[in-house]
């Protein structure tokens, strides 16, 4: 696909100001780490890795309404995935806020465009997919925890606005990466129970991530 010379200043500007917003986001994960961490709270870290989904999601977004309230979204994800990575665990004071503006963000687009549909559907998808991850935590005893379940519901309204094909596909995205994480060692935690457990986090985002770029 050959973009024109607009669309590639419109990228650039969307990887600058990703940057610029993980460094400043950076912040947030040297605060939530209990331990701290040379690269993981380093601010290019950060920055670098928000400058390149934000880049990869104007590319496919152009000028959208969309695009942001999923940079909007990305900022704070990138500091989840990071810390869920390190220790396992999502903050939920990162977490709920997430979803506060992607819940917000899209019922905006959505009456400003006279469009309920998408962002009736985005509702139904973000209950289902807590309502499914809290079961799951319960039968899991905790092997699902809170973070895990608000964050599924972030991911419901962001892949529900698009569609049900890409809320199951973010899930199916999930689940796959999962398993790919269960062979780093690095990536390999243990529960109490001495079972193997890998963070989910960001295996959801990611997958989020994939249906979002695949529908641009």
Same mark, same amino acid.
């Given at each position: ?32 780490? &209990?331990?701290?961490?040379? $690269? /993981?709270? *380093?601010?290019?870290? %950060?920055?670098?890795?928000?400058? #390149?989904? =934000? @880049? ?74 807590? &309502?499914?991850?809290?079961? $799951? /935590?319960? *039968?899991?005893?905790? %092997?699902?925890?809170?973070?895990? #379940?608000? =964050? @599924? ?64």
């Amino acid at each position: 696909m050959v973009q024109s010379a607009g669309a590639m200043w419109w990228t650039l500007g969307a990887a600058v100001a990703g940057f610029v917003s993980g460094v400043a986001a950076s912040t947030l994960t040297r605060r939530f780490l &209990a331990q701290p961490r040379a $690269l /993981a709270g *380093a601010e290019w870290f %950060g920055g670098a890795l928000t400058a #390149v989904v =934000l @880049a990869f999601l104007a590319w496919r977004n152009g000028n959208r309404d969309e695009l942001v309230v999923q940079s909007l979204v990305t900022v704070l994800g990138v500091p989840l995935a990071i810390i869920d990575w390190c220790e396992h665990r999502l903050p939920r004071a990162l977490v709920l806020p997430q979803l506060a503006a992607a819940a917000v963000g899209f019922a905006v687009v959505s009456i400003v465009r006279a469009e309920p549909e998408p962002g009736l559907r985005a509702v139904v998808a973000s209950v289902a997919l807590a &309502a499914a991850f809290l079961v $799951l /935590a319960v *039968a899991t005893a905790g %092997g699902v925890g809170a973070g895990d #379940v608000s =964050l @599924a519901a972030a991911v419901g309204v962001v892949t529900g606005w698009l569609g049900w094909p890409q809320v199951l596909g973010a899930l199916v995205a999930a689940l796959l990466l999962a398993l790919c994480l269960v062979s780093i060692p690095e990536a390999r935690g243990r529960d109490e129970r001495g079972a193997a457990v890998v963070p989910f986090g960001p295996c959801l985002l990611g997958g989020t991530l994939a249906m979002v770029l695949a529908a641009g």
